[in-house]
């Protein structure tokens, strides 16, 4: 019962935003929205969560409609480096995490 | 901070075989996660501990997977006996409880099982 929606790949010019949708229609009022990413060949690696206001920080930004139905997560000035699989989590109980099958992110040059 | 520490790195045995994966989580943090990741099934939770107790292992497979944390600063995962299907990438993660759910992962334990 995937709890998230996103697009299974997108590509993105380095240098120029990237901008990555998650769709969560059935989020609960208490529900976090979590990003992470993995690079190839690493383990996950945290980015950025937020409840209802937009985010942000050194990595990225988050902006979550006002009906927290959907994010869209921002790297403001993508690099070859961010190429990665993106994943959008919502989640309150307590530590757990599940994880989708996230979008594959390509910058390319 | 080293971060979360695994090991080995990589393990190559033979079907029926016992393995045994190790994880060091970050200093100060109390709870500790195992996924498992394959190409099939995507990253899927297997145990987490809190405090060094159990809270969920219901997505540990079956009586061959085994977990323990016998202390704040170290946790095992054990398979036995090995099976191919078994084979895949094992990671730990560890987060600071309380009112935070950022895991930091570690590099992963590739596992392949002949």
């Known amino acids: 019962d995937a709890k998230t929606t996103q697009p299974t790949s997108m590509d993105c010019a380095e240098g120029r935003a990237a901008n990555l949708p998650c769709n969560h229609s059935t989020i609960s009022g208490n529900e976090y929205v979590y990003w992470y990413r993995q690079i190839h060949s690493q383990g996950p690696q945290y980015i950025i969560h937020g409840l209802k206001n937009n985010e942000t920080n050194e990595m990225a930004s988050l902006i979550i409609t006002e009906d927290r139905k959907s994010s869209t997560l921002i790297l403001p000035h993508a690099t070859l480096r961010d190429t990665a699989v993106y994943y959008c989590?919502?989640?309150?109980?307590?530590?757990?995490?599940?994880f989708g099958g996230g979008t594959r992110l390509m910058v390319k040059p | 901070d080293a971060g979360v520490i695994q090991s080995p790195r990589h393990e190559v045995t033979e079907m029926g075989q016992e393995v045994t994966l190790r994880c060091k989580p970050i200093?100060?943090?109390?709870?500790l996660f195992w996924y498992r990741q394959t190409m099939m099934r995507g990253l899927e939770l297997l145990i987490y501990f809190n405090n060094n107790v159990p809270i969920d292992d219901s997505g540990m497979p079956e009586d061959r997977f085994s977990a323990k944390m016998p202390n704040a600063s170290f946790s095992t995962l054990k398979i036995q006996p090995s099976e191919p299907r078994d084979s895949a990438v094992y990671f730990c993660?560890?987060?600071?409880?309380?009112?935070?759910?950022?895991?930091?992962f570690g590099p992963g334990t590739r596992l392949l099982v002949l």
């Open positions: 993660a560890s987060s600071l409880a309380a009112r935070t759910e950022t895991q930091y």
């Open positions: 989590i919502v989640s309150n109980a307590g530590n757990m995490l599940t």
């Open positions: 200093s100060g943090h109390n709870s």
